[in-house]
């Protein structure tokens, strides 16, 4: 069963499966689970939880919902462990420089639309200032990408937490 994060609904029942259903079976996006990515959260479940997002958000104001779902799945699209690179490169800049990657890499493999385009590009906006959201779908991405961030580093914690305790109280 597909879920988001702080979601209960099982996303492959939904009509935002349909739309992202290719791009989840594609072996290269797949291989997006073997990247560790906020903590405990793989690369995969990351976009997943983006994508999810992004279409609900943009489904309730009547925006690009499709564009905005399958661009969150892309999004970071990269294949190496982002902390690795930045020790060994010296690089600080990863989160400035992966969008291009990203977009890089899933125009090779997809068919993308200009929309798509911007929202891969631009979802690290302000740490890439010269890069300002051109569409409404290109913002939602900056706001749900860093939300579920939050909640990818903070629902484990908060876990553990309350195990800890009622271990105790046990």
């Known amino acids: 069963m597909l879920q988001a994060i702080g979601s209960k609904k099982d996303l492959e ?3 935002f ?8 079976e594609n ?3 797949q291989n997006l689970k073997q990247f560790r990515h906020h903590v405990q959260t793989t690369r995969f479940q990351h976009s997943l939880n983006v994508a999810y997002y ?3 958000f943009c489904k309730r104001f ?10 969150g799945m892309l999004h970071d699209l990269f294949f190496y462990n982002r902390k ?3 020790r060994k490169s010296g690089e600080a800049f990863h989160n400035k420089r992966h969008p291009q990657m990203a977009c890089s890499e899933a125009s090779q493999l997809f068919t993308l639309s200009t929309r798509e385009k911007d929202i891969i590009l631009k979802h690290m ?4 200032p010269t890069r300002v959201p051109r569409y409404k779908e290109s913002m939602v991405i900056v706001l749900t990408d860093k939300y579920c961030a939050l909640l990818e580093v903070t629902i484990p914690f908060f876990r ?9 109280s046990a």
């Open 84 to 86: 690795e690179y930045i």
């Open 27 to 29: 072996e290269t996006v």
């Open 125 to 128: 906006w302000p740490m890439t």
């Open 54 to 56: 992004n279409y609900i």
């Open 62 to 71: 009547g925006w690009d919902a499709r564009s905005a779902a399958r661009a």
């Open 13 to 15: 029942l939904l009509p």
């Open 160 to 168: 553990k937490i309350f195990r800890q305790r009622s271990a105790k």
């Open 17 to 24: 499966y349909d739309m992202i259903s290719d791009l989840l």
